[in-house]
């Protein structure tokens, strides 16, 4: 049996000491026989200094590097939202190379970017692929000669609502009737994940898909299609983050899908204002050898000290009544855990 833990977001900003931030998840880390997380920050100490008035999510290199190889975090995804500008993410990459964690996401190139995770666990060996949907115009995407993440486009386009497709939206004869929001995944991006997938599954027994996506607590049409996209190419297990919320919780041929873990480390944001009480998802999944035998999550907080603290289940009755409302999978209570049934 091998024990996964997969966390959501993870911004060492301002982190001192680096025995902090996981020092009460600690025992369930050395439970796991391997950990993931969503690196939210560049480890990267800019010249002269940077001001938290500008964007840029940086972390002391050596504390950061502290932090995750003291949690016995095993593999690293870089393709989000803040983890852009060469500079920063070259930094990043060496420094995670420095200290041996292994890491996909980003690169000097996208062949680089686009390179999985391969970690041996057990006598299974485990990959890793991450993809952003979220990310600025300009040098952050990488591309075929320039340093950057792993992205997959999505578009947006308004329409005109003709036909009553939910029981909210008004009929066609009111004046100043709202467009609805469609989105869908670029389909020559969405080609490249099939193919990185299939490549991966010649490499690894089991394969995980990691997506940097969404807005608010609503899960888009484009990410529905990429998470049922990389099952389809082969993925196991497929979790998504970006939002500082959990999202619903799917499964689809028997594999779950995690639209949203939501934060896991998260002290600092932008313009150095706090996050504070947030509520996240610390997702566990089991594998009895490659075929994946358990799946579910804990509830996570945020302490004034920049502790993740995982939640007692009494104490979280409207998330889990919040989640489960929202989500298409079946959820059960097994003490302080949520069982995600996998109907099979």
Wanted: hydrophobic residues 45%.
């Amino acid at each position: 049996m091998t024990h996964l833990i997969l966390t959501g977001d993870v911004n060492l900003m301002g982190v001192t000491d680096p025995s902090v931030p996981f020092a009460l998840v600690a025992p369930d880390f050395a439970a796991a026989d391997l950990i993931f997380s969503n690196l939210e920050c560049c480890l990267y100490a800019p010249a002269g200094g940077h001001s938290v008035d500008h964007e840029g999510f940086y972390a002391d290199p050596d504390v950061g590097a502290a932090v995750l190889t003291g949690a016995g975090v095993g593999v690293i995804g870089m393709a989000n939202n803040v983890n852009y500008g060469e500079a920063a993410i070259t930094a990043s990459i060496a420094t995670l190379d420095r200290i041996g964690i292994p890491h996909t996401g980003a690169g000097y190139n996208r062949s680089e970017a686009r390179k999985p995770a391969v970690v041996t666990r057990n006598g299974v060996r485990f990959g890793f692929l991450q993809r952003s949907s979220v990310y600025w115009p300009t040098n952050h995407e990488a591309a075929a000669n320039a340093t950057g993440i792993a992205v997959i486009r999505a578009h947006t386009a308004y329409q005109v609502p003709m036909h009553k497709i939910r029981p909210e939206i008004p009929p066609m004869n009111r004046p100043g009737l709202p467009p609805v929001v469609v989105t869908w995944a670029d389909p020559v991006y969405l080609q490249w994940l099939r193919d990185d997938i299939a490549a991966l599954r010649a490499q690894a027994d089991v394969v995980v898909v990691s997506c940097h996506w969404g807005l608010g607590k609503e899960v888009l049409a484009y990410m529905t299609e990429i998470a049922r996209a990389a099952i389809d190419a082969g993925a196991d297990v497929v979790v998504g983050h970006g939002p500082h919320h959990f999202l619903p919780v799917e499964v689809y041929r028997g594999k779950p899908i995690f639209y949203g873990l939501g934060s896991f480390s998260f002290h600092t944001g932008h313009g150095g204002r706090k996050h504070g009480d947030w509520i996240g998802l610390m997702a566990e999944i089991d594998f009895d050898s490659t075929s994946l035998s358990r799946a579910g999550f804990r509830f996570v907080r945020h302490n004034d000290r920049n502790e993740t603290v995982l939640s007692a289940l009494a104490d979280e009755a409207d998330a889990l009544a919040e989640i489960a409302a929202v989500s298409s999978a079946a959820l059960s209570v097994v003490g302080d855990s949520v069982r995600v049934d996998l109907g099979c």
